[in-house]
């Protein structure tokens, strides 16, 4: 419901008398891809020398095995800028390596049957990178290392701040500051969950499986000899059997407030869960047996984020600093597009987003926030069926329905980032969203599953795309000064981590200082 305190906010909007609209917003990406050889398994090679080491570049790293690639950006102004830069990670990256593709799809390839034969990514031989591979090899025994092959793409948001000082002034009657930036943070993030189905079934491209993944649960189908899919689904990254966690879901960790968030993390991070206890041997399995080893561990949809400092934690930065922006986690690998990561996906979100602040923002109370687990869960198996009713303002609504009354909602919202950018872009992006709610058929998830049917194979599929993709960044001219910038941080990065293994300093496992005593 629009936060009426907010009228001559929207009034100035639409006037164009916020300047830094047009620009003042930050947009980042991640993005995650497997290693795989020719033939659609892991590539069993360390990771490649020429893109530097996985420990110090920022740009090109690895999660959680050797065979994950992990991209990030800088932050841009701009989204196109941020998908150019994806581009060119990506462009250097397949220049770069040696008879190996990289996989297009959420789901991963063909893995071992062995299970310790999926490669945990190394990062040298200091403290500080054995610590890194310990936290990934606790991650393995908590969750099976299969789950974590798992790969998605991470947007990174934050608003202007003009827009954030004008909302405190008239929400909150004072001038910007860290609590009521927090507060409006944490309201547009409470609202986003309200609204994740939403997304979930618009970028959802993951509803099949390849049948090395995992045991075949009900409701997946058969599809040829190698492959599962839910006719249905829209996500199964984020199922049951995806990169989600049942533990994790009872733990109370509130988005009502910026204290009780850090409060229920570190109750996460400082306290034993027994069944982890196991897995302990002597500290060489997992960095602690606690619900989560370190913050970064949370799954979660959508986090409130601050760039911790040298020294500190993630939630030493957010106690500290309070929200710098927001981390959306909830995107799939779109499986057409070669880098990943669709245009309409991005600008869709930051409009879903900017139109949320803009809402009122009840808190979430232990009721609902089991309806809106509920609702992940439906949507995720069942997104794509015209039956699917889902909670929303306290009662079961249609997903379709919902869908189609936000995107008129979100009409007049499109029409003034449009009137900043210029042009039209936004309303363009909204149309072709509504447009699957009127028919599922247009939906990422429905275009896969019938590419995978008419191939007969989830992994033939991916193969068949991942060679499209290889002949895409291969056919286009590296930039010789964006080449020669990789290889010089590639460099650079391989230095660091010499230096660092020097030097080899012992690295400290205590929890955040935000934590102490609060057990």
């Known amino acids: 419901m629009f936060d009426k305190q907010l009228q001559p906010l929207v009034q100035e909007l639409q006037r164009g008398d916020l300047s830094s609209l047009k620009s003042g917003f930050l947009h980042g990406l991640e993005r995650e891809s497997m290693r795989i050889n020719r033939k659609g398994a892991l590539a069993d090679t360390p990771h490649p020398l020429h893109l530097g080491s996985a420990f110090t570049n920022p740009k090109i790293l690895t999660d959680f095995s050797e065979s994950q690639l992990e991209y990030v950006t800088a932050p841009h102004h701009n989204i ?5 830069e994806l581009d060119a990670l990506q462009r250097f990256t397949v220049h770069n390596l040696d008879q190996e593709l990289l996989w297009p799809f959420s789901m991963p390839p ?12 190394y990062y040298g031989t200091s403290a500080a990178a054995k610590i890194k591979t310990l936290y990934r090899k606790g991650l393995g025994y908590r969750y099976g290392r299969r789950m974590q092959t798992i790969s998605g793409v991470h947007y990174n948001i934050s608003f202007p701040k ?11 009657g004072q001038s910007l500051n860290k609590q009521t930036q927090a507060d409006i943070y944490l309201g547009t993030i409470r609202n986003f969950t309200r609204y994740a189905p939403v997304i979930l079934y618009l970028f959802g491209a993951s509803p099949a499986i390849d049948n090395s993944f995992a045991n075949i649960p009900e409701p997946l189908e058969a599809l040829g000899s190698d492959s599962h899919y839910v006719p249905a689904a829209t996500t199964l990254r984020l199922s049951e059997i995806g990169y989600t966690s049942s533990i994790q879901d009872h733990l ?21 869960y027994p069944p982890f206890e196991r897995f302990n041997a002597n500290g060489e399995n997992q960095l602690n047996d606690h619900y989560l080893q370190i913050e970064n561990e949370y799954y979660a949809l959508i986090r ?27 995107i799939d690998i779109d499986p057409f597009v070669a880098n990943g990561v669709s245009s309409d996906s991005l600008h869709f979100t930051q409009l ?18 089991l309806q809106l687990q509920e609702n992940q869960k439906q949507t995720v198996w069942y997104g794509r069926s015209p039956e699917l009713s889902i909670f929303h303002n306290g009662k079961l609504e249609k997903l379709s329905d919902m869908g189609l009354q936000l995107c008129d909602e979100l009409q007049d919202y499109a029409k003034i980032l449009d009137n900043y950018a210029g042009g039209s872009h936004y309303q363009e992006v909204l149309g072709r969203q509504k447009e699957k709610f009127v028919s599922s058929q247009k939906t990422p998830a429905a275009k896969f599953n019938r590419l995978i049917l008419n191939n007969g194979s989830f992994l033939q599929t991916g193969l068949e795309v991942a060679r499209n993709n290889w002949s895409h960044f291969h056919g286009q001219k590296q930039d010789s000064k964006t080449r020669e910038q990789f290889e010089k941080l590639a460099s650079q990065s391989l230095f660091e981590q010499r230096k660092i293994e020097l030097e080899n300093k012992a690295m400290s496992l205590e929890p955040p200082k935000v934590c102490n005593g609060n057990r």
Do not use: M, W
């Open 252 to 272: 109370t960790i509130s988005l009502n407030s910026l204290e009780e968030y850090i409060k229920g993390l570190c109750y996460a991070v400082n306290t034993t």
């Open 304 to 330: 409130p984020k601050q760039t911790p400092r040298k020294g500190e934690t993630v939630l030493d930065g957010l106690k500290s600093r309070g929200i710098e922006y927001l981390e959306i986690r909830c």
């Open 80 to 84: 196109g800028d941020a998908l150019h």
């Open 110 to 121: 063909r893995l071992p049957e062995e299970e310790a034969k999926i490669p945990l990514a």
């Open 352 to 369: 879903l987003l900017f139109y949320l602040a803009l809402q009122e923002s009840p808190a979430i109370s232990p009721d609902e926030k």
């Open 162 to 172: 003009e827009l954030l000082q004008a909302i405190s002034q008239q929400r909150y």
